[in-house]
């Protein structure tokens, strides 16, 4: 039986895909790729590069976990003892599935073995290192990790898989039930992929964002103790305070400086712990400016959320690239 197995997924990758197809050949392993209607070569790059691809049908929604439960499904029914999940946009760091797989050999529990994912070009946009900065995750044991991840199959099956219905933050919904199936999940001290946000523009950081809200809010109604704080903080920010600060304009304008006063505030406390971390001065500034400025699309993607699921609707793919 095949030892370990590689599920890269994607759409519309261009030469993000090809990098990351390339830097997994040499692996121990058998590699797929699972194609969600990308309109580019992606397909036939792959095929021209002997890995083995899955053609979503385009009739159901396209999610990321559905992608990968694809993958899965086309391993058949004797699945390799480890699966290593690395999204399309991502290229593997040489010497990572070594040191992963020692890691969750070693230790019978470990349902998940992840490292850090860097940024390809940090200090190509504002955008690019906000991304950068969000994949800075201390190492250790943890509850949850983004989509590049090496999962025991055991641990897959017993969580059931990935909820194909969650369009965002599916990463973080599966690592909750691998752990509620009795596993452990650790972060190594070791780079394991390098990203490729390839954001250059305002529309798709705030798209990016929306994503993201609707992750806040559809993980809400399956795990509500997990990001609760992120949606406290978007309804507080994004929607009580402005509420106040209009009620100010036409009451009183102490209430409306209060609420400029928490708003400053907030954003002082945010720059000094960027610089705590080590980030540069100016870039801390920026990144405290967009991560204030994120609750209000992180707002309109929680209502989005909300809206479909009153009216029964599918749950249908952001995209910002």
């Not at 943890?142 to 969650?166: H, K, Y």
């Not at 509420?243 to 304009?249: D, H, M, N, P, Q």
């Not at 209060?258 to 960027?274: E, Q």
């Not at 080590?278 to 405290?288: K, S, V």
Request: glycine share 10%.
């Amino acid at each position: 039986m095949t030892k370990l197995a590689i599920i890269a997924i994607g759409r519309n990758e261009g030469e993000r895909l090809r990098a990351c197809l390339t830097s997994l050949q040499g692996a121990d392993a058998r590699i797929l790729y699972v194609d969600s209607g990308s309109t580019d070569d992606s397909v036939e790059f792959a095929r021209g590069l002997g890995v083995e691809v899955v053609e979503l049908d385009q009739d159901t929604p396209f999610t990321a976990a559905r992608a990968r439960n694809a993958g899965i499904a086309a391993l058949g029914e004797d699945l390799p003892d480890f699966i290593h999940f690395i999204d399309g946009d991502c290229v593997l760091v040489e010497g990572w599935l070594e040191t992963g797989l020692a890691a969750i050999e070693a230790d019978p529990q470990l349902g998940i073995v992840t490292g850090w994912r860097r940024e390809v070009a940090p200090e190509a946009s504002i955008y690019n290192a906000i991304c950068d900065h969000e994949w800075q995750r201390p190492a250790g044991p943890i509850t949850a990790c983004g989509g590049d991840m090496l999962v025991r199959s055991e641990a897959f099956q017993a969580a059931g898989g990935f909820n194909p219905e969650v369009i965002a933050a599916e990463d973080d919904e599966f690592c909750l039930r691998v752990a509620m199936s009795g596993y452990t999940l650790l972060r190594l001290p070791h780079d394991m992929t390098r990203h490729d946000a390839d954001m250059h523009r305002f529309s798709q950081w705030w798209q990016r964002a929306v994503r993201n809200g609707h992750g806040f809010a559809q993980l809400g109604t399956l795990h509500p103790n997990h990001l609760t704080r992120e949606r406290l903080r978007v309804l507080v920010f994004a929607l009580i305070l402005p509420a106040l600060a209009l009620i100010g304009a036409f009451i009183t304008p102490w209430l409306l400086l209060g609420v400029v006063a928490v708003y400053l505030g907030s954003y002082l406390r945010t720059w000094l712990g960027l610089r705590q971390a080590g980030m540069a001065t100016g870039l801390a500034a920026h990144q405290a400016l967009f991560l204030s400025l994120s609750k209000f699309p992180n707002l309109i993607g929680m209502a989005r959320f909300h809206l479909r699921k009153r009216r029964g609707a599918d749950m249908q793919i952001i995209e910002y690239k």
